[in-house]
């Protein structure tokens, strides 16, 4: 009889330290970079009817967002508060390439990119391509993308597009290093583009 409290004692010990080691409390694995989770090359036509890579701005970092010109409020706030960001980083963000792609490249023409990124500066690059081009990229970038026909429309053309609003913020190498979420203000994202672009600015 005197064991049993031993052996009660070290059942309970292993019970212990069976539990400790339970698949719940493992560590979880590290997330996966963002570069492995959106992103990879494209080939799209810019607002002057010139082919575009990824590649052509590898060397620096790009501000990419994906929206349509006929959007009524989303994209153009997100865009002016690009914008507005690199008006507060100055010299400081001279490296830094805005670009803006169409989730809508059948009314998104060349043309229409052209009027539709000057409006929010000289800097910005408007891209777009076919309906495939367009769909693999935005499946590239995990983007949601659905077509919606409102009651009011009076047209095969007349329709609005529900779609993701991030922006990527992609580094020299062409690969993502971190998202800008909708309604990011433009102070916050200048300072941590200035984190980027200034390692050790405190931003």
């Given amino acids: ?24 409390d493992a560590p979880e694995p590290p997330p996966l970079p963002l570069a492995k989770l959106f992103g990879g090359p494209f080939e799209l036509v810019d607002h002057d009817g010139m082919v575009r890579t990824d590649r052509d701005f590898h060397g620096r970092y790009v501000l990419l967002y994906f929206g349509y010109t006929y959007c009524p409020d989303i994209c153009p706030a997100s865009l002016q508060e690009i914008a507005a960001a690199l008006e507060q980083l100055g010299d400081d963000g001279r490296d830094v ?16 990119l052209k009027g539709y990124v000057a409006q929010f500066g000289e ?20 983007l949601h993308r659905v077509k919606v026909v409102p009651e009011w429309s009076e047209g095969e ?29 433009a102070d916050t994202m200048a300072m941590r583009l200035r984190g980027y672009l200034m390692p050790g600015s405190g931003g």
């Fill in 1 to 24: 009889m005197r064991w049993a409290p031993i052996l009660l004692a070290t059942a309970l010990l292993i019970a212990g330290a069976g539990a400790s080691f339970s698949s719940d």
């Fill in 97 to 112: 390439q805005p670009v803006f792609v169409t989730v809508d490249p059948k009314r998104d023409t060349s043309m229409v």
């Fill in 123 to 142: 800097r910005f690059v408007g891209l777009g391509g076919s309906e495939k081009q367009i769909r693999g990229l935005a499946k590239a970038y995990r």
């Fill in 157 to 185: 053309d007349d329709y609005l597009v529900d779609h993701s609003s991030l922006t990527f913020l992609l580094g020299p190498d062409g690969n993502v290093v971190t998202l800008f979420p909708h309604n990011t203000p």
